[in-house]
């Protein structure tokens, strides 16, 4: 009984420990690029599939090594290697990881020191503006007709007379995401530049957003796909999505703002004027390397990036293998070699050459000051192997 018991224990060790190699580089998050990243061809070989659940979720995973804010499927002690997030990492997320897990205060001989994070975009998207009303094909909102449309309005919900200006008493039932999302950050962004008296902060999680009591009547989901299909199901509907969700290219299906649909054209216009960090200390700062764009000037109005957030360390060469693997392939110069096809199939947008080259220069080469497990920065410290 006693020597079954031993085998019994010995093989559930080994099936963990089997999970957790097999696991190899773990990453999730947002939703937004979850088919790009679960596409087959796109993650190097090395890699998990991708787990989303959404920005927030990805961050917490990421930031305190969860395996279980990711998924329930893979065991607990799993490390997680990465992050999806069109969130960016806030002031208190930076601080906050640094105090536990980078030197000075975690000395290097820690198993806490799990070294910088390194955070920068992977695509280009926009928030696009999904309806349902009855005679209408034609959405056109402004900014400030959008912040009176998804304003929560004391626990009044608004109706469509009062966004447009006419006699219609139809209820605006606004469909948002419950759950800490990035795509929920980048519109807010948008209208608290637009409406800051409406909605009073930046938050990546909607209600958040705006203060007093949300109507009845709203509609709260869980991930941008929900969305897209209760704003189709429901009368007097308006939500917020990324474009792979929908028809961007349909006026009929989304809301033109301020006269523009969110093409591709319309949002490589917005993002035209950002470029990558230039300097040596703009380079060394995390928060450079995630542009925000909270009203842009010309092209489409809500413009944002889904972003990576990695380790600079790690304690598993196979893992600094296939991330540098990743990364090559990924931001490759040459269309061919790269996931770009990949990138436009799934309704997002390549980056710039200059974004490009500015993170395969930075983030592959070991030498370069912040590239993965540069070996005068990841000295024997890093993410758990």
């Given at each position: 009984?006693?020597?079954?018991?031993?085998?019994a224990a010995s093989l559930a060790v080994a099936a963990l420990a089997s999970a957790q190699s097999m696991a190899a580089v773990v990453g999730g998050g947002a939703t937004l690029p979850q088919q790009l990243y679960n596409t087959p061809g796109v993650l190097s070989s090395g890699f998990s599939a991708y787990f989303g659940v959404g920005s927030g979720g990805g961050k917490t995973a990421v930031l305190t090594n969860n395996i279980g804010s990711l998924t329930t499927t893979l065991p607990a002690g799993t490390t997680v290697d990465y992050a999806?997030?069109?969130?960016?990492?806030?002031?208190?997320?930076?601080?906050?990881?640094?105090?536990?897990?980078?030197?000075?205060?975690?000395?290097?001989?820690?198993?806490?020191?799990?070294?910088?994070?390194?955070?920068?975009?992977?695509?280009?998207?926009?928030?696009?503006i999904p309806y349902n009303k009855a005679g209408t094909t034609n959405l056109n909102l402004t900014s400030e007709q959008l912040c009176?449309?998804?304003?929560?309005?004391?626990?009044?919900?608004?109706?469509?007379?009062?966004?447009?200006?006419t006699s219609d008493t139809t209820p605006v039932r606004v469909v948002y995401r419950t759950g800490s999302s990035g795509t929920s950050e980048i519109l807010t962004r948008h209208l608290n530049n637009r409406c800051s008296s409406v909605?009073?902060?930046?938050?990546?999680?909607?209600?958040?957003?705006?203060?007093?009591?949300k109507p009845a009547s709203w509609i709260g989901v869980s991930g941008s796909?929900?969305?897209?299909?209760?704003?189709?199901?429901?009368?007097?509907?308006?939500?917020?999505?990324?474009?792979?969700?929908?028809?961007?290219?349909?006026?009929?299906?989304?809301?033109?703002?301020?006269?523009?649909?969110?093409?591709?054209?319309?949002?490589?216009?917005?993002?035209?004027?950002?470029a990558p960090p230039a300097t040596a200390a703009d380079r060394a700062d995390l928060t450079k390397w995630a542009p925000v764009l909270p009203n842009p000037a010309t092209g489409y109005s809500i413009v944002g990036y889904t972003n990576f957030i990695f380790g600079q360390c790690y304690k598993d060469a196979a893992d600094v293998t296939s991330i540098r693997s990743f990364l090559s392939k990924h931001y490759n110069a040459t269309f061919a070699n790269s996931n770009d096809q990949a990138i436009i199939d799934?309704?997002?947008?390549?980056?710039?050459?200059?974004?490009?080259?500015?993170?395969?220069?930075s983030f592959i080469?070991?030498?370069?000051?912040?590239?993965?497990?540069?070996?005068?920065v990841c000295n024997g410290i890093g993410r758990p192997a």
């Open positions: 009984m006693f020597k079954r018991t031993m085998i999806g997030s069109d969130s960016i990492l806030n002031a208190t997320e930076i601080s906050t990881y640094q105090a536990a897990h980078q030197a000075p205060g975690v000395p290097a001989t820690s198993p806490d020191n799990w070294g910088p994070l390194l955070q920068f975009p992977s695509a280009a998207t926009s928030v696009t009176l449309a998804l304003s929560s309005n004391n626990g009044a919900a608004r109706t469509w007379g009062e966004v447009l200006g909605f009073t902060t930046v938050s990546s999680t909607f209600v958040n957003a705006q203060p007093g009591a796909a929900a969305v897209a299909t209760t704003v189709a199901a429901t009368a007097g509907a308006i939500g917020y999505v990324g474009p792979e969700d929908v028809d961007a290219t349909n006026n009929a299906v989304v809301a033109r703002l301020n006269g523009l649909l969110p093409t591709v054209g319309n949002v490589q216009t917005a993002l035209s004027t950002i799934k309704k997002l947008i390549p980056l710039t050459t200059a974004w490009k080259t500015a993170i395969r220069n080469p070991p030498t370069s000051a912040q590239g993965v497990n540069n070996t005068s």
